[in-house]
T-cell receptor, first 113, second 112 residues
Framework: GAVVSQHPSWVICKSGTSVKIECRSLDFQATTMFWYRQFPKQSLMLMATSNEGSKATYEQGVEKDKFLINHASLTLSTLTVTSAHPEDSSFYIC?????????FGPGTRLTVT | EDQVTQSPEALRLQEGESSSLNCSYTVSGLRGLFWYRQDPGKGPEFLFTLYSAGEEKEKERLKATLTKKESFLHITAPKPEDSATYLCAVQAWETSGSRLTFGEGTQLTVNP
């Protein structure tokens, strides 16, 4: 199967700071990548769709000025959580699809203190 | 609005005790139904894609089936290493960007 990586795997930051999470497709090119958030004991919630060379599409209720997405190349998308607060603490997962199936990265655990 | 409901929420089995997980869905036009396995603290691992009613797919001890209203994930003679949360997701033809709608998952525990 296709391989998607994320970096970092976990990060702790102080309230008010910004954090950048990288998502890479290692063995295929992805014009579209997806960013999800998952709270404990809950399922995945789509935050936004990242499109190479154009603006991301955000789901209803997701603040685009807080969660900045940049899809700089066909193998890299980044999610920046700006002015992070404790309520932003969560498990962030990206995915990409070489064909119709979406393959997920290993996730990034963000803790905001 | 697309909806996915998985049952049961949690399932405990003894090693070797076969069972099935259910995924009921409502979608305007099904493009694909996906099964994933998720271990704690990790991203979902792709298992199967089903496209049309009557389709079946198998992988080791897992078999996924699809009808017009639901999908089943059958686990035959499970082992402790099959313990995980199993997620079902649907993709609709009318949905832009190939987005997936996920169910809440079934947490499976297989005891030795």
């Amino acid at each position: 199967g296709a391989v998607v990586s994320q970096h970092p795997s976990w990060v702790i930051c102080k309230s008010g700071t910004s954090v950048k999470i990288e998502c890479r497709s290692l063995d295929f090119q992805a014009t579209t990548m997806f960013w999800y958030r998952q709270f404990p004991k809950q399922s995945l919630m789509l935050m936004a769709t990242s499109n190479e060379g154009s603006k991301a599409t955000y789901e209803q209720g997701v603040e685009k000025d807080k969660f900045l997405i940049n899809h700089a190349s066909l193998t890299l998308s980044t999610l920046t959580v700006t002015s992070a607060h404790p309520e932003d603490s969560s498990f962030y997962i990206c995915s990409a699809r070489p064909a119709n199936e979406q393959y997920f990265g290993p996730g990034t655990r963000l803790t905001v203190t | 609005e697309d909806q996915v409901t998985q049952s049961p929420e949690a399932l405990r089995l003894q090693e070797g005790e076969s069972s099935s997980l259910n995924c009921s869905y409502t979608v305007s036009g099904l493009r694909g139904l996906f099964w994933y396995r998720q271990d704690p603290g990790k991203g979902p691992e792709f298992l199967f894609t089903l496209y049309s009613a009557g389709e079946e797919k198998e992988k080791e001890r897992l078999k996924a089936t699809l009808t017009k209203k639901e999908s089943f994930l059958h686990i035959t003679a499970p082992k402790p290493e099959d313990s995980a949360t199993y997620l079902c997701a649907v993709q609709a033809w009318e949905t832009s960007g190939s987005r997936l709608t996920f169910g809440e998952g079934t947490q499976l525990t297989v005891n030795p």
